[in-house]
């Protein structure tokens, strides 16, 4: 299959509004802190283009831009929440389902005693 470059058409409703209000939620953070744009680039080592378009909300620039923002921003506490194996319910629903009913024995030989 060959391989999709997710562009501003092709990205799901979901994940670009999810996007935007990254977009958004950094802008405000910023601004709270009384940064300017041109402040928060230097800090961060991006160009103001780049940033610029995270706080657009831009699906095509590069995660590793939008954590970078954050973590300058002092908001990289969050970082360890995102896909936690912890909130993972549908995860954790459908390896419980896959456990064996029944424990295996590996050896023919049965229990060594060896507790």
């Known amino acids: 299959m060959p391989r999709q470059n997710l562009s501003e058409s092709t990205t799901p409703f979901a994940v670009a ?12 953070a910023r601004i709270r802190r009384g940064l300017r744009q041109v402040d928060l ?3 961060t080592g991006l160009a103001l283009g780049t940033l610029r378009r995270i706080e657009e909300g831009s699906p095509t620039t590069a995660l590793s831009a939008y954590f970078t923002v954050l973590w300058a921003l002092g908001l990289e506490r969050e970082f360890d929440a995102l896909a936690s194996p912890d909130r ?3 995860g954790k629903t459908l390896e419980a389902a896959h456990q064996p009913a029944r424990v295996v024995l590996k050896s023919k030989g049965g229990l060594d005693g060896d507790f």
Request: no cysteine.
């Open 41 to 43: 680039a230097k800090k």
């Open 17 to 28: 509004r999810a996007i935007t209000t990254l977009g958004q939620n950094i802008e405000r």
């Open 88 to 90: 993972d319910d549908e």
